[in-house]
């Protein structure tokens, strides 16, 4: 069941919402805690004994770090860290391993293929940077397992995200309020995020697959390819975000923002400040900054910032081309710093936005290729070496509403940026009318009628 289908719309959520509504304050956790487990169970219901049980022990090992001191703190951080980390390397990285090992002549026998556990990493995340906050008294150890597990466990961010830090609704998950004020806002937000992800992601992935599937790509169609999931990737996975803190705050719960515009910025630092931003923020406050970060000087604060990224890589799928791709980014934060460290002039903004997203579209084209044959095929045909102009092939695959959607998705990427002379247009864009969400939505709802529910993109990760 995913956030776009009938059965959430029209079964699932009123039926939640309803049973929140009509139950007393002390039991609206336990209400979400009990939606969440279901939504989760709708899935795969196998698997909900490995989230259970990863919360109740991510639960009881703060208690544990909260009370001890001095070596036994410690042990009692990694005992808190060890088993969700371990069972994330299990369930997503042992397949790539048999996978490696079958590759180089050494085949593993009798190996069936372990499946990935939706939202497995978002949970692990979470169960981390509570356990590393509990020791370093960021936030107090949660007595109640309700609450805690509520915040693991909230249908809204549970399988696709933001990272949610426990001390983001601490303070929430013990008291509050039904403000209609605040529901009318999750309200407007979650149908946003609907309609980014309906009428442009998913209107975009026939083209993308299309293009991906080509034996031998144009430069012509490799570009268009690439634009196209560069904005399909975008609006899918902005549009789960809006969703998700929009549901958070229907029920009072504040989830972090997780995009600011990415596409606008003028360097790839300032594009990691504002893509997938609680992931981001994630990686430096629990690795970067733990592995030392850049109080070792400049060249160890470098190697830093390249096992961040490449483990940050790694981290969003089971395929080396991930690993690839974050080294990728972190050989260009790297340039970047050392640029500056050097003085070296700045570049003017059209020319750091301009390097900056042809960087980033590189990188989305090893993203979504997820092996080296697909990845050479689409590089050579960045390259030129199967011609220039758009094939036969990809000219027929194409439709007039998949040309439209792609031209409105790169309008709307830089309609924040052209609306600053107008500060109603700024206004409207950085928040759109609730009747202007509601008819997308409507819109949206209508046109899912016709089509194949397609999944997440962040729902493999």
């Known amino acids: 069941m995913v956030f776009v289908s009938d059965s959430f719309v029209f079964v699932f959520l009123p039926l939640f919402l309803i049973a929140y509504a009509g139950v007393p304050a002390f039991l609206r956790n336990s209400t979400i805690l009990f939606f969440s487990l279901v939504f989760y169970g709708w899935w795969r219901f196998d698997f909900l004994p490995l989230l259970v049980a990863i919360a109740c022990w991510s639960w009881l090992t703060g208690l544990w770090i909260a009370r001890a001191s001095g070596a036994e703190r410690r042990w009692a951080l990694l005992a808190g860290i060890v088993p969700p980390l371990v069972s994330l390397i299990y369930f997503k990285y042992v397949n790539l391993f048999v996978d490696s090992m079958n590759s180089l002549g050494a085949p593993v026998k009798d190996w069936s293929p372990i499946p990935l556990p939706i939202g497995l ?150 594009f990691w400040r504002r893509w997938h931003i609680s992931l981001s923020s994630w990686l430096r406050d629990y690795l970067y900054i733990p592995l030392g970060g850049n109080r070792a000087g400049r060249v160890r604060s470098y190697v830093n910032l390249m096992v961040t990224m490449a483990l940050g890589g790694l981290w969003h799928g089971a395929s080396w081309t991930f690993m690839i791709w974050g080294i990728w980014h972190g050989i260009g934060l790297v340039v970047g710093r050392a640029w500056n460290a050097m003085r070296m002039p700045a570049l003017p903004a059209p020319v750091g936005h301009v390097v900056t997203l042809v960087f980033v579209m590189i990188g989305w084209t090893l993203f979504r290729a997820q092996d080296w044959q697909t990845a050479a095929t689409m590089f050579s045909g960045l390259a030129g070496q199967h011609g220039f102009a758009m094939t036969n092939g990809f000219a027929a695959a194409m439709r007039p509403i998949e040309v439209v959607t792609l031209f409105v998705g790169i309008a709307m990427v830089y309609l924040p940026a052209l609306s600053k002379s107008s500060p109603w247009l700024t206004s409207a864009i950085a928040r759109p009318p609730f009747l202007l969400a509601a008819v997308l939505w409507l819109w949206s709802l209508w046109v899912i009628q016709s089509r194949t529910v397609i999944p997440f993109l962040y729902f493999q990760f």
Not at 127 to 134: K, P, T
Not at 170 to 185: C, D, I, N, T, W
Not at 239 to 263: C, H, Q, R, T
Request: net charge negative.
């Open 121 to 270: 990493s978002f949970f692990v995340f979470g169960a981390i940077s509570y356990s590393v906050d509990v020791f370093r008294k960021t936030v107090p150890a949660e007595p109640s397992l309700i609450n805690y597990s509520t915040y693991q466990a909230m249908f809204g961010h549970l399988v696709a995200g933001p990272v949610v830090r426990y001390q983001s609704v601490a303070e929430r998950l013990k008291s509050r309020v039904f403000h209609s004020a605040e529901f009318a806002e999750g309200l407007r937000r979650f149908m946003l995020g609907f309609a980014q992800k309906v009428l442009i992601g998913d209107t975009l992935a026939p083209l993308v697959d299309a293009g991906y599937a080509l034996p031998a790509p144009s430069t012509c169609d490799t570009v268009i390819t690439v634009v196209a999931y560069t904005l399909h990737l975008y609006f899918d996975f902005a549009g789960y975000s809006s969703m998700a803190i929009g549901l958070g705050l229907m029920v009072g719960l504040k989830f972090p923002e997780n995009f600011d515009n990415p596409y606008l910025s003028t360097s790839l630092a300032e």
